[in-house]
């Protein structure tokens, strides 16, 4: 299968967003739930991406932006990762089935440790962390939790805006851009493609954002964290394919179900 060899370091301000708003300000629940967090990721123009993930923590019922209140999920799968494995439907399960107290999750915390770096035309380079990153990437949520329930977030890394190279030092920096999103909170779309000749990437647009992944070697891809509604699907083929890019209208996604696409042939 044919990769992408143009190299697109784009320049972003560190941020992180979060696809999804609370629709009950009532934080104040008794009881507890539990919570598991997956981490998956959107496309890249590079041969690897490697992050150290060290743990993942909460901070529930407290929306003050102090140290305080963090509370370790205790992960148990901790450790390097290709983010560009994690596509296609692939996911790394970081933490599952963790009990937590109910009421309002403010936040959810990546710590990643300094093990970082990106493979470019096979040179392996370090990835420079900002300071921020010692304590963690803070993902606001606001998401209700209610006693009793079960909750799966996705934290969907956006390598593509997360990369950058630093003016002329030729440095390159780790500026995470990281979606989170909860599965009764938003769906899913599934399919697949043929031939899989070539390298392609399934998009779609939510509030001026794309969601996207890569085409796994079977042919499937899977879109994580797809709020209710109705969408254009765009399957974009590596440019030397020569191929144009072929859209799926009226894709309808429900809130905590998967939303299947019919077979695309290119």
Known sequence: MATFKKISLVAVAFSLFFLFNCNDSNADRQGTSTISVKLVDGPGDFDNVYVE????MVKVNDDTDDENGWVSLNPTNTGVYDLLDLTGGVSVLLAE??????????QIRLVLGNDNTVVIDGETFPLNTPSAQQSGLKVQVNQVLEPG??????????????IVIAGTSGNINLTPVIYASAEAATGTIEG?????????VASVMVDGEEVASYVDETGNYVLYGIPQGTYTLTLTPDPASA????????????????????????
Do not use: A
């Open 192 to 200: 697949s493609i043929t031939p899989i000749d070539w390298q392609v």
């Open 149 to 162: 329930f079960n909750y799966n977030f996705t934290l969907d890394f956006n390598v593509e805006e997360s």
């Open 243 to 266: 191929l144009e890019p072929v859209t799926v209208e009226n894709v309808e996604v429900t809130n905590g179900q998967v939303t299947s696409v019919e077979l695309v042939t290119f």
């Open 53 to 56: 993930v060290v743990d993942v």
């Open 97 to 106: 089935g963790v009990e937590i107290p109910s009421g309002m999750l403010n």
